[in-house]
């Protein structure tokens, strides 16, 4: 009955290319989730001239590793390896 529901497993880091590129190379793709603040979004233009320095940040510090159920056991001991040696 009781199931996680994970689908995103996003890190900050001061350069996020940088271990996107890293990690491709070695195999495992990688996402950027969520690239425009909520308060840049359509949806929000309401809130678009609030000056958010932090929420901009991370929007563009952010990297999404690879989260979902098709992963195996090996599959996942690989990519924390290639992170361990990054």
């Known amino acids: 009955e009781n199931e996680h529901?994970?689908?995103?497993?996003?890190?900050?880091?001061d350069k996020p290319k940088n271990l996107a590129t890293y990690?491709?190379?070695n195999g495992i793709e990688t996402m950027h989730?969520?690239?425009i603040p909520p308060h840049k979004q359509d949806a929000l233009s309401?809130?678009?001239a609030l000056n958010l320095p932090?929420?901009?940040r991370?929007?563009?510090e952010v990297v999404s590793l690879p989260l979902n159920l098709s992963l195996t056991y090996p599959e996942v001991e690989y990519?924390?390896?290639v992170l361990n040696n990054y």
């Open 79 to 81: 990519i924390i390896k």
């Open 33 to 35: 989730h969520y690239p």
């Open 5 to 13: 529901v994970w689908h995103i497993y996003s890190i900050l880091l």
């Open 23 to 25: 990690l491709l190379e």
């Open 54 to 56: 932090t929420t901009e």
């Open 46 to 48: 309401d809130y678009s």
């Open 58 to 60: 991370i929007h563009k």
